[in-house]
C-alpha cells in the first residue's frame, strides 16, 4: 500500500509501531541527509563526483590509500558537525522505549549513537568512518592521529606502527567482505521481529538489501519509507515517499510502548 497522503502515511504507520512487539528499523542514506551527510548513490552524490576505490586497490597502492585518505579529510567538517536528524531521534525514543531493541544501519556516520542507541546495539553493515583500524592487527586509530602523520609525511598515508600494516578508516568498501558478525545479527533480527521498517535505503546492495525480504517472509510486516520508489514496494504493508524527518517526527519523544 503506497499511502496516499502524509497525514494517512503517519496514521498507519503509528498503528503498524504500537502494535508490533518488537520493531527493527534498518536505515540507508537518506535518514542523514537533513543532518547534512551527502548520500552516495543518488544524482549528485559522492559516488557521481568521485569514483569509489576498491579494497584491492586500496591494499595494493600507496597512491590509493593517500587518495582515500584525502576524500575522507575532505568531507570531515560535513561529518564533524552532523547531529542527529529527527529520524534518528525518532529511533531513540523507540528504543529507549524498549520497542526497538537494536538499528541496522548501512550509514557509516554514527549518528544513531549521537542519537543515544548504545553502540552495541547499532549494527553496522558498512562500518563507521569515524575512527580508522589496522586492517592486519585491528588496532583503533583517531582520525586526528592519521591527519597528523599524513601532513608529516606529505601527505602520505601512514602504516600502523604496531605491526606495519595498512590503516583504513572502519568502513567497508567495495570488494571488501562485510562483517560477519554484524550480518549474522541482522539477519536474526530480521527474522525474528514483528516489524521491519526500512529508511532512506534504496535497497540495491545486497546482501543488505535482502533483510527486508527476509524480514517479510518470516511473518513480519515491512515498511518502506523512502522519497524514491524501491523493488521491494510491491510486497511492503506500507509505503511512504515523503520527508523522512516529517514522518517520524511524531515518534520523537515517545518513552513509553504504546
Known sequence: ?????????????????????????????????????????????????????????????????????????????????????????ALASLYRAGKVPAVITQNIDNLHQASGISPGD?????????????????QRYELSWVRRHMDAGNGCAPDCPACGGYIKTATISFGQSMPDAAVRRAQDLAQSCDLLVSIGSSLVVWPAAGLPLMAKRSGAKLVIINREPTDFDEIADLVVRDDIGTVLEPFVGEHSAA
Request: aromatic share 8%; glycine share 10%; charged share 25%.
Open 1 to 89: 500500500m503506497i499511502a496516499p497522503d502524509l497525514e494517512t502515511a503517519i496514521a498507519r504507520l503509528q498503528e503498524l509501531v504500537h502494535g508490533a512487539g518488537t520493531l527493527v528499523p534498518f536505515t540507508g542514506a537518506g535518514i542523514s541527509t537533513e543532518c547534512g551527510i551527502p548520500d552516495f548513490r543518488s544524482p549528485g552524490g559522492l559516488w557521481t563526483k568521485n569514483r569509489p576505490i576498491p579494497f584491492d586497490e586500496f591494499m595494493s597502492s600507496q597512491e590509493a590509500r593517500n587518495e582515500s585518505w584525502r576524500r575522507r579529510f575532505a568531507m570531515e567538517e560535513q561529518f564533524a558537525s552532523a547531529k542527529p536528524g529527527r529520524g534518528h531521534r
Open 122 to 138: 547499532v549494527i553496522e553493515l558498512h562500518g563507521n568512518t569515524t575512527f580508522a583500524l589496522c586492517l592486519d592487527c585491528d
